[in-house]
């Protein structure tokens, strides 16, 4: 583009394959403006958009699982799970029941198809097994 000879300043003009001058019928600094505002109304969206999708760099310092603690978890979880492999079947069956599963006493009851003071009573021994086997494993 060239300003054209003669032109009202502002006004850009524009030459043909033919090499004649055309001048635009718009003000070159009203085009520039445009152009800066586009411009940021695109960097202010991006920055949005950036807020929205990265987390500060403080909520980094708590991703991830500590290592140790993650193997701690499992090791305790795999000795629980051989200390219920260990109980008797009913003693088994009364504890998964109330503690794993979260059944009230009478639901158990109703499931294993005994009165609630048996399941109380195999409840009460599961319980004291597995404690002192976990114990005895520490």
Do not use: C
């Not at 520039?32 to 807020?51: S, V």
């Amino acid at each position: 583009m060239r300003k054209a000879a003669g032109a009202p300043g502002g006004l850009s003009t524009v030459r043909s394959r033919r090499g004649s001058a055309k001048p635009l019928q718009t003000r070159l600094d009203s085009w520039m403006y445009r152009i800066m505002k586009n411009a940021w109304i695109d960097e202010a969206r991006a920055r949005t958009r950036q807020r929205k999708v990265f987390a500060p760099e403080d909520d980094g310092l708590s991703v991830g699982l500590d290592g140790a603690a993650a193997m701690e978890a499992h090791l305790e979880a795999a000795s629980v799970e051989q200390a219920m492999a260990r109980l008797p079947d009913d003693q088994r069956l009364a504890v998964a029941l109330v503690l794993v599963e979260g059944l009230s006493y009478r639901e158990a009851a109703a499931v294993l198809e005994v009165p609630e003071g048996t399941l109380t009573s195999r409840l009460v021994r599961g319980r004291n097994a597995l404690l002192a086997d976990l114990r005895g494993a520490a």
